[in-house]
């Protein structure tokens, strides 16, 4: 058992971050790992022992070798104590997640450990492949762009743009020049920050212009447009300009899909309702539903009564309808709010089965307890809080955030303090 003299030191030594991914933890639960492990005979002594973040040690286990994805190479883990950080590993922005091994050790244990683990790559992605120019490398990496995009990966793109893998090739003309195109749209799609929005529904727009005769480039830029207007109409939301974000997400719709439009609701059929919960609220996100109090309670309230556990989203969406109603319907509030307690409490919110869903919905369920106007519990909400902030789920605190605002809570002052 370490002293607490030795934990401070130790956490002193690691300049209180992760000694693996660098994550800083101040005031944030960390963990005194074996660099080898005990069950392979790993030492107590203060050279065995790493500071580490919660992730990189439960994903650590009890390895000490891993493959390097690229090579295959079965390799040593990086060692905090005898490595050089710097040498295996890059970080592209500063937080978890952005990091990148250097070398086969750095890959491995990032692969390992950072969860940029192979699996998420499918084998048809392998850099190798791309460098021959034909129509299906070319594919494949418009599917390799869409893949870091999804992994957030800005700069990747950006160094993309600017140095292609692919030998441009004449013969290649045409699909080279689309390639290029799409890049840059993806570079703008991918601004999740919304820093680039209005140059990417420029350039999407531009595209579109061009392609008029080409159905499938057509669809994959309507469909990239589509999502360009529906961040932008949320940022418009979140700032308060209601008139702009409607402008936005009427534009979002027409950029759908042909069969998604043709989907209108029969608000009269109750059953049909239920089955469209999602498309329902999404297309009333930004204004009052044009549906009489009764009738949207009844509706609410059988969509409760028959909710699964499995069924979560749909609860989202439900709460998400009752939080922007005039006349709030208390007594249904009150329903709610014990069903997602339930709900949270089956899905292991917090717990590390946790996936984002049950974080998503435990949102909702502050939007609840503020709709009740009880007394936020402070220390409760920054706990959530700082645990969305290590899941990366920047959007849901600011839709929180806004949300706190948006209806004016009386402890509004303490709330925002916390953000
Ligand atoms: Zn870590």
């Not at 009564?305 to 499995?310: N, P, S």
Request: charged share 30%.
């Amino acid at each position: 058992m370490l002293s607490e003299r030795s934990k401070h030191y130790l956490l002193l030594r690691a300049k209180y971050s992760c000694e693996y991914c660098k994550g800083l933890l101040y005031g944030l639960p960390y963990e005194i790992e074996h660099i080898i492990p005990k069950a392979a005979s790993g030492s107590d002594e203060f050279n065995n022992l790493a500071i580490s973040c919660s992730r990189c040690n439960r994903n650590k286990s009890s390895h000490t070798k891993w493959y390097d994805p690229y090579s295959g190479s079965h390799v040593s883990l990086f060692n905090p104590r005898k490595d050089d950080w710097e040498k295996h590993f890059k970080e592209k922005r500063s937080g978890k997640g952005n990091i990148f091994g250097l070398t086969e050790k750095g890959r491995a244990t990032a692969s390992l450990l950072f969860k940029a683990t192979s699996q998420y790559i499918p084998p048809d992605l392998k850099w190798e492949k791309l460098q021959q120019v034909d129509d299906k490398s070319l594919y494949i990496h418009l599917n390799h762009l869409k893949f870091y995009r999804l992994q957030n990966k800005f700069n990747l793109l950006e160094d993309l743009l600017v140095n292609p893998i692919i030998d441009w090739d004449d013969h290649y003309n045409t699909q080279v020049e689309y390639v290029k195109e799409n890049l840059f749209l993806e570079l703008c799609f991918t601004r999740a920050t919304f820093v680039d929005l209005a140059r990417g529904i420029r350039y999407a727009n531009t595209l579109l212009k061009k392609y008029q005769s080409s159905p499938y480039y057509l669809k994959e830029i309507k469909s990239a447009l589509s999502v360009l207007y529906q961040q932008r109409a949320t940022e418009k939301y979140i700032k308060g300009d209601i008139k702009g974000a409607l402008v936005d997400q009427k534009e979002s719709f027409l950029h759908q899909m042909k069969e998604k439009q043709k989907n209108s609701l029969d608000y009269t059929n109750y059953s049909e309702l239920e089955k469209n919960m999602r498309g329902f609220s999404v297309k009333n996100k930004f204004y009052k539903i044009d549906l009489p109090d009764s009738v949207l309670l009844d509706l609410a309230r059988s969509c409760l009564e028959k909710l699964t556990y499995e069924t979560d989203t749909s609860l989202s969406y439900l709460i998400d309808i009752i939080a922007i109603q005039e006349n709030l319907p208390f007594g249904l509030i009150e329903e709610m709010e014990e069903v997602t307690n339930n709900f949270i409490a089956i899905n292991g919110y917090g717990t590390d089965s946790d996936i984002t869903k049950p974080i998503n919905l435990r949102r909702r369920w502050w939007y609840l307890k503020a709709l009740k106007s009880e007394r936020i519990d402070l220390d409760l909400l920054r706990k959530d809080i700082q645990y969305w902030r290590r899941n990366n789920l920047h959007n849901g605190i600011r839709e929180i955030n806004s949300f706190f605002r948006r209806i004016n809570h009386r402890q509004l002052s303490e709330i925002m303090a916390i953000f």
